[in-house]
């Protein structure tokens, strides 16, 4: 497949899945969750900060941690590549959607799942919290006035709104993005490094129903070899070029 098939082909799909990793918000200064442990978190291991044993031990450090984090990405601005898949999901409307690895928000931001068709955080999101006792989410209020660990306006303490190491992914957004790639004539795999399993899984959803795959990433991954063709770009230069 050449570079203008692969436009040619996600043009005329009515039905598009998509996945997006950290590569996609690189470009709005969000590092990725490892390179984030800088200064006093570099001596911790992403298991002391992002498990459920890390969080009976001490919730008080997890939450700084990801207080942090969230002042962080509400500093940030969805970029080039937030706006081109908002744009391709008012294009193609029900048949669009979007699963996305990333927690910061910027899809959302950008205007995902607000076009027609859906979009799912697979990995949870840092903009809310979610009470422990009743499992009920609300937003976190404003990095200024952002006590932790929070309460929840039924009165318990609430733990972020995150997927940790060692906890499955939320069925309902799974399920329904494995179905979503199961259906797509195109699915673009932006910005993922691919090794993150079952979401590096949905690819192959496509590729196993005779959909074709593209892959937008700078470098090789570890699902390259299996992908239709591959755009080897940033995610905002790699989905204009698809796109225009």
Same mark, same amino acid.
């Given at each position: &497949?050449?570079?203008?098939?692969?436009?040619?082909?996600?043009?005329?799909?009515?039905?598009?899945?998509?996945? /997006?990793?950290?590569? =996609?918000?690189?470009? @709005?200064? !969000?590092?990725? +969750?490892?390179?984030?442990?800088?200064?006093?978190?570099?001596?911790?291991?992403?298991?002391? $900060?992002?498990?459920?044993p890390a969080y009976r031990r001490d919730p008080e450090m997890v939450w700084e941690w990801y207080a942090g984090r969230?002042?962080?990405?509400?500093?940030?601005?969805?970029?080039?590549?937030?706006?081109?898949?908002?744009?391709?999901?008012?294009?193609?409307?029900?048949?669009?959607?979007?699963?996305?690895?990333?927690?910061?928000?910027?899809?959302?931001?950008?205007?995902?799942?607000?076009?027609?068709?859906?979009?799912?955080?697979?990995?949870? /999101?840092?903009? %809310?919290?979610?009470?422990?006792?009743?499992?009920?989410?609300?937003?976190?209020?404003?990095?200024?006035?952002?006590?932790?660990?929070? !309460?929840?306006?039924?009165?318990?303490? &609430?733990?972020?709104?995150?997927?940790?190491?060692?906890?499955?992914?939320?069925?309902?957004? $799974?399920?329904?993005?494995?179905?979503? +790639?199961?259906?797509?004539? =195109?699915?673009?795999?932006?910005?993922?490094?691919?090794?993150?399993?079952?979401?590096?899984?949905?690819?192959?959803?496509? $590729?196993?129903?005779?959909?074709?795959?593209?892959? !937008?990433?700078?470098?090789?991954?570890?699902?390259?070899?299996? &992908? /239709?063709?591959?755009?080897?770009?940033?995610? %905002?230069?790699?989905?204009?070029?698809? &796109? @225009?």
């Amino acid at each position: &497949m050449t570079l203008s098939q692969a436009r040619a082909a996600l043009a005329a799909a009515s039905r598009v899945a998509v996945l /997006t990793g950290a590569g =996609v918000s690189a470009e @709005s200064g !969000i590092p990725t +969750f490892r390179d984030a442990q800088t200064g006093h978190w570099a001596r911790f291991r992403p298991e002391d $900060l992002a498990s459920p044993p890390a969080y009976r031990r001490d919730p008080e450090m997890v939450w700084e941690w990801y207080a942090g984090r969230y002042r962080d990405v509400l500093a940030a601005e969805p970029n080039g590549a937030h706006h081109l898949l908002a744009r391709l999901e008012r294009e193609k409307g029900a048949g669009f959607f979007l699963a996305t690895q990333n927690v910061d928000g910027l899809h959302a931001r950008a205007g995902s799942g607000q076009g027609g068709g859906r979009m799912v955080e697979l990995h949870g /999101t840092l903009l %809310s919290a979610r009470d422990e006792v009743t499992g009920e989410v609300f937003p976190l209020p404003a990095p200024d006035v952002l006590v932790t660990p929070p !309460i929840s306006p039924t009165g318990h303490r &609430m733990r972020p709104n995150i997927v940790w190491f060692g906890e499955y992914l939320p069925e309902d957004a $799974l399920h329904a993005a494995q179905r979503a +790639f199961q259906a797509a004539e =195109v699915a673009l795999i932006v910005g993922t490094s691919g090794a993150v399993y079952p979401a590096a899984g949905l690819a192959g959803e496509t $590729l196993y129903a005779g959909g074709t795959v593209i892959e !937008i990433n700078p470098e090789e991954t570890e699902l390259s070899d299996q &992908m /239709t063709y591959c755009v080897r770009d940033v995610a %905002s230069r790699g989905l204009a070029a698809l &796109m @225009s």
